[in-house]
């Protein structure tokens, strides 16, 4: 293939450099269009065909169901790394070294304390506002509380945002959960791992001991890892996006858990419970919800299928399922659920609608079966996705600002009225 794209418009014939990733990806840098072509741009809703960025963290493949973190593959990480060892792989690039780990780990120790101040924001909540809307809100007040912005020439100032937030980042977390349940605030233990920490602060009673459950640990690690990164995606991009205005690493990763929040996004997780719990309220009838999800007049659609990039299995389901069946066996819960999800997607893989359409389970499919198991409420499952998603944001936000990236800021083609004169109150 030539290393050149040709396009015409009327007469003219203007030629584009084609980019190429590490994968054989190819992209037509369009830079120069607007400037060679006299304002012509592209539009594309959706940025279906557009690249945002030249990334070196992720990669994914959905028409063969492939996804890796810096070139390891997400089966390898998901069985062999636990989820401190992946957020720095993620952010720094490279699998750490036990010392480097070790250090990584005792500064976000260092870090792991929230200002005591921040308890008056959460008590100004109501109990029943959204855990989404909670965390966004405590992330952005973070920023009152550490006002100094970040150096990106400097790593070591890098270095401090990014084990700050992943530091205070779970106490925001476990603090959603306990206020919605009217426990007292925890900050957890130096003495405990990242994820065995997780667990004490949402779960510890007041007056009791908190027994980790090394089936639980390895659950959650095992989440947390498949939720890391997962390139260009919606709040991805909004952390990046914000992030190229230079707006602090704490604000941009809080327009990025509103992003996330969405049940399009994130918030699938969420709406597959709820969806998987109506069906059996209903008698289990999956068949009916089948014929709702194909039915263009109703809006219904079968949450947890269907992916922008995947057009294959996603891979992060297939180890989801398996680690579904082993979580619930292993605690010995049955769940109902998880019969009516199995019996949906062997009927949506045999449905031609979805095949037709490429619609394959994705990784909030069966997700929320394990947390509910783990004994995570339903509107904490998005919160869930959120802290496994911190790494993925960080190592983009601090790529994005290391290369140096513009501020990004699209066109559109304006479609409104062309001018027009004022009209007076009296006389419209
Ligand atoms: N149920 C029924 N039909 C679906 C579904 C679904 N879950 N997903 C897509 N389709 C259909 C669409 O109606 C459309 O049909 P048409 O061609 O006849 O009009 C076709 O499949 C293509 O769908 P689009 O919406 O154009 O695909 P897009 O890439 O824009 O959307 C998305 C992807 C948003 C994930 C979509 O599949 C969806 O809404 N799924 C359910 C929500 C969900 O699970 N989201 C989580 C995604 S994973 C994540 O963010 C972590």
């Given at each position: 293939m030539s290393d050149i794209a040709k396009l015409q418009i009327g007469e003219k014939t203007y030629e584009f450099p084609l980019v190429k990733g590490t994968e054989n990806e190819t992209a037509i840098d369009i830079k120069a269009l607007r400037g060679a072509t006299d304002g012509v741009i592209t539009i594309d809703p959706g940025y279906k065909?557009?690249?945002?960025c030249q990334s070196a963290i992720t990669f994914l493949d959905g028409e063969q169901g492939i996804l890796r973190y810096r070139g390891y593959s997400i089966e390898e990480l998901a069985e062999k790394a636990d989820f401190l060892e992946v957020a720095y792989l993620l952010i720094f690039g490279e699998l750490p070294t036990k010392e480097q780990l070790d250090k990584f780990y005792a500064d976000i120790l260092d870090e792991a304390i929230v200002d005591d101040d921040i308890k008056k924001i959460i008590d100004a909540f109501p109990k029943n506002a959204h855990p989404m809307g909670v965390l966004s809100s405590l992330t952005s007040a973070l920023t009152a509380f550490n006002p100094s912005s970040v150096n990106v020439d400097s790593e070591e100032d890098m270095y401090k945002a990014i084990v700050k937030i992943m530091g205070k980042f779970p106490v925001l977390v476990a603090w959603t959960l306990r206020k919605k349940q009217g426990l007292p605030l925890h900050y957890g233990s130096r003495k405990l791992g990242y994820v065995e920490n997780i667990l004490t602060m949402m779960f510890?009673?007041?007056n009791d001991e908190y027994d980790l459950n090394p089936i639980m640990i390895n659950a959650l690690d095992k989440l947390l890892i498949l939720h890391a990164d997962h390139e260009q995606n919606c709040s991805t991009s909004t952390v990046r996006i914000v992030g190229s205005?230079?707006?602090?690493l704490f604000a941009s990763l809080s327009a990025g858990i509103s992003a996330l929040w969405g049940p399009l996004h994130g918030g699938a997780n969420q709406a597959v419970l709820e969806m998987l719990e109506a069906i059996k309220e209903d008698g289990g009838d999956t068949k009916k919800y089948m014929g709702k999800a194909k039915d263009k007049e109703d809006p219904f659609r079968l949450m947890g299928f269907g992916h922008r990039?995947?057009?294959?299995?996603d891979p992060r389901a297939k180890i989801i399922k398996k680690a579904a069946d082993e979580v619930l066996g292993d605690l010995g819960v049955e769940d109902p659920i998880l019969d009516v999800a199995k019996g949906l997607e062997r009927e949506a893989l045999e449905d031609q609608y979805f095949v037709d359409r490429k619609l394959y389970p994705n990784v909030d499919f069966y997700s929320g079966i394990i947390y509910r198991a783990m004994g995570i409420p339903v509107e904490m499952f998005t919160v869930m996705f959120a802290l496994g998603r911190l790494p993925g944001w960080i190592a983009q936000w601090r790529e994005m600002r290391l290369r140096k990236e513009p501020i990004g800021r699209p066109r559109q083609v304006y479609v409104g009225e062309n001018l027009r004169e004022f009209v007076e109150i009296d006389k419209r």
């Open positions: 065909n557009t690249g945002s510890q009673k007041p205005s230079h707006a602090g990039v995947y057009k294959n299995f």
